[in-house]
């Protein structure tokens, strides 16, 4: 079950923010790999000068088990920090497409050091619009 909310604020005709919020349960057969999980964001995006477009979007995570791992005798908890940044250059298009280049850094912290890390993410894409 996975449930959000967004709401946009168009700043000028160049620029928007956003607020986004989730929730998610994960239920499975066997009680410490169930979880419950909330999110919230903050989006901004703006067109720049010669037909680039960049965002930033930093977010944050929380998620609870339901019971502890065997393992390590306690119910595993965790909380994450994601910070997104996106650019992308409308005159660079080919049938339609356009390439995008994102960069995302996830620091999960957890109560059990197994599931901590840190993670620097790079993606290079296509985006088109409907």
Known sequence: LTTQAEGTYVLSPSSLVQLQAGFNRQT???DPYSYSGVWAGV???RDLPFGFSASIQPAWFVTRYDAALPAFGKTR??????LNMTILNRRFEYHGFTPRFSYTFTDQRSNIALYSYTRHQFQIGLTTQF
């Open 28 to 30: 499975a057969k066997i």
């Open 43 to 45: 989006a901004y995006q």
């Open 77 to 82: 908890a965790d909380d994450a920090l994601m």
